[in-house]
């Protein structure tokens, strides 16, 4: 897989923010399909940054209901890069 389709977006949130300052962890959604080695990879390659660890997690869709019909968002893959103390992203 090539690591420009690894990582999706990052997760701007209140949760992520404060971590990204406390605990230099930085949240994002990625290719459910993608591992922890080519989520590292492409971290590193897209913000030149130096990653110390990855943490995953598959997020399940939630129910949704559209008039009469029920149905669910998409499920995806989080994940939570742990950088090394030298380096930050400035996204967040």
């Known amino acids: 897989m090539d690591w420009h389709q690894v990582v999706i977006r990052p997760l701007v949130t209140e949760k992520g923010t404060r971590t990204s ?3 230099n962890a930085y949240p994002f959604q990625v290719h459910p399909e993608a591992n922890k080695f080519e989520i590292k990879n492409a971290i590193e390659r897209i ?10 997690a598959n997020r399940k869709g939630k129910p949704r ?7 669910l968002t998409s499920h ?7 950088l090394d103390p030298d380096y ?4 967040f």
């Open 65 to 71: 209901r559209t008039r009469f019909k029920r149905g």
């Open 21 to 23: 300052a406390t605990l």
């Open 76 to 82: 995806w893959k989080r994940a939570v890069v742990v």
């Open 47 to 56: 913000y030149n940054v130096k990653v110390r660890e990855v943490r995953t």
């Open 88 to 91: 930050h992203i400035d996204l």
